[in-house]
């Protein structure tokens, strides 16, 4: 119960990655047939990938950029388009709780000079709405995540895009679509994803570049990718990619049930803070246990082989900077859970979890 730290790559994407490593391993730069089927096959996944990030039943209207994962997507976004952003405008709008990797980049954007406005959901009663609100003429970039990963807590982004959109029309709208693809509507110029948050495999993502946008390759070299990205091309990452989002099924209806479950189990439990509202996503659920600090939950868990998190997993184990932007009080922090699901946990699962916590909390606290 711990996907949003990352998944088991489906049948479908271990099927197609040793069918990719076995017959289509050709170099997709090759002018021969072997490098030619790999280079059909990365424009096959292209295919699907712009079918499936769009909000309507049309693909999305752009590119994709294969990259190693997120992380690289969101500093080439933001890293890559900072020569186009510099000439107009100095105004950057962005959220308190993104991830490390825009948080981070945005704060070297900060120390060469521009003037970066983070908000936070705790101050916003329509976040949309006060994202919007901040972007003013001399505003290049926003950058935002469509849904959070240690709370789950969503935003309308084609709303956001549009209403931006509307106000300045060069302002460079970016998501981090990670936790948010396959599962919410998404649109934007540029949006990252990642393949092992939807059951591919590590080492490969992907950044959608509207048309009509333009970005600066972070790596140069061979050219390949229409020369945004050099490097050969991991074709058998590509294929599983593929093929994982091929085989994705919305399964929103099953999540809902298994929050629901896990609500009720933590409702018969004392002193439990719910960290996620009505306004999150159904597979994640973030609570605290009050009186129990979330390392010594998440190892008494382990010992049944129930894997959650503290908060995210790339943080380890470190303090959240994200949850006081959501308005949690430090105690909670300290004792905040992450549960996130995938369509293979079951309602058995959420009741082991439960019951496990209970008799957590009967030791500790005893
Ligand atoms: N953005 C968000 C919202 C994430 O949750 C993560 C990973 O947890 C990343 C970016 C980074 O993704 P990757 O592991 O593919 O680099």
Redesign the pocket.
């Known amino acids: 119960m711990d996907n949003?730290?990352?998944t088991k790559p489906c049948a479908e994407c271990v099927k197609a990655v040793n069918e990719a490593m076995e017959n289509g391993f050709g170099n997709a730069s090759s002018l021969h047939g072997l490098g030619g089927s790999s280079n059909s096959m990365i424009a096959r996944a292209r295919k699907t990938l712009l079918a499936a990030v769009t909000s309507t039943n049309k693909p999305f209207d752009g590119s994709v950029l294969f990259t190693?994962?997120?992380?690289?997507?969101?500093n080439t976004a933001l890293l890559g388009s900072l020569h186009r952003f510099r000439p107009h405008g100095k105004k950057i709008v962005s959220t308190a709780i993104?991830?490390p990797?825009?948080a981070k980049t945005l704060t070297l954007f900060e120390e060469d000079g521009l003037n970066v406005v983070r908000l936070a959901p705790k101050d916003c009663d329509d976040f949309v709405e006060a994202l919007v609100n901040e972007v003013d003429e001399n505003t290049a970039l926003l950058s935002a995540?469509a849904?959070?990963?240690e709370t789950g807590f969503k935003i309308d982004v084609p709303r956001l895009y549009k209403e931006v959109k509307q106000k300045n029309p060069r302002t460079i709208v970016h998501i981090?679509a990670?936790?948010g693809f396959l599962k919410v509507p998404l649109d934007g110029d540029l949006i990252?994803v990642?393949?092992?948050?939807i059951h591919s495999t590590?080492g490969i993502?992907a950044l959608f570049i509207k048309n009509g946008e333009r970005i600066l390759p972070l790596l140069s070299g061979g050219g390949q990718q229409g020369g945004l990205r050099s490097g050969t091309e991991p074709v058998e990452l590509i294929a599983g990619f593929e093929a994982a989002v091929r085989a994705y099924s919305g399964c929103e209806e099953h999540f809902n049930k298994l929050k629901t479950r896990l609500l009720d189990g933590l409702s018969r439990l004392e002193d439990i803070g719910i960290n996620s509202g009505a306004d999150c996503v159904p597979n994640i659920v973030n609570f605290s246990v009050r009186g129990v600090r979330s390392e010594t939950m998440l190892h008494s868990l382990e010992e049944d082989e129930i894997y959650v998190s503290s908060g995210?997993?790339?943080s380890k184990g470190k303090k959240s900077d994200v949850l006081p932007a959501f308005g949690i009080s430090d105690k909670d922090i300290d004792c905040a859970v992450r549960v996130s699901f995938c369509a293979e946990n079951t309602e058995d699962d959420v009741d082991a979890l439960c019951n496990k916590i209970a008799k957590t909390i009967t030791r500790i606290r005893r």
């Open positions: 949003a730290a990352t190693s994962g997120a992380t690289e997507s969101n993104e991830h990797s825009v995540m849904v959070n990963n981090d990670v936790q990252s990642s393949g092992h948050k590590k993502g995210s997993a790339c």
